[in-house]
């Protein structure tokens, strides 16, 4: 059974930095593709930015040169790293994991952008 921690989260002003982790709880993290997702209040939830197996990437334009995400598996570790944060940042960010028809999700740590 798959879990997925993240840890990370928190309030940070605009134009400041942060870095989500989350850990993937068995040892085929590498066979997944591993996403960021986030869900502002009274909004649906949206695609941060996926990388896959492979280590191919893609990010949601709002996110384009702001944002990078990683994989370790060295530690079975997915990262964001987040840069420049803007208020409309402000979400609380999931963890998913994917594989075949296999979805997994974590609990969600809350990012807090403030002006």
């Known amino acids: 059974q798959v879990q997925l921690v993240e840890s990370g989260g928190g309030l940070v002003q605009s134009g400041g930095s942060l870095r989500l982790s989350c850990i993937f709880s068995t040892a085929m993290f590498s066979i997944w593709d591993m996403s960021w997702y986030r869900q502002a209040p009274g909004k649906q939830r949206e695609l941060v930015a996926t990388?896959?197996?492979?280590?191919?990437?893609t990010y949601a334009d709002s996110v384009k040169g702001r944002f990078t995400i990683t994989r370790h598996s060295a530690n079975n570790t997915l990262v964001l790293q987040m840069n420049s944060l803007k208020p409309e940042d402000q979400a609380v960010y999931y963890c998913?994991?994917?594989?075949?028809?296999?979805?997994?999700w974590g609990d969600g740590t809350q990012i807090t952008v403030s002006y």
């Open positions: 998913h994991a994917a594989y075949v028809r296999s979805t997994c």
């Open positions: 990388v896959t197996r492979t280590s191919s990437t």
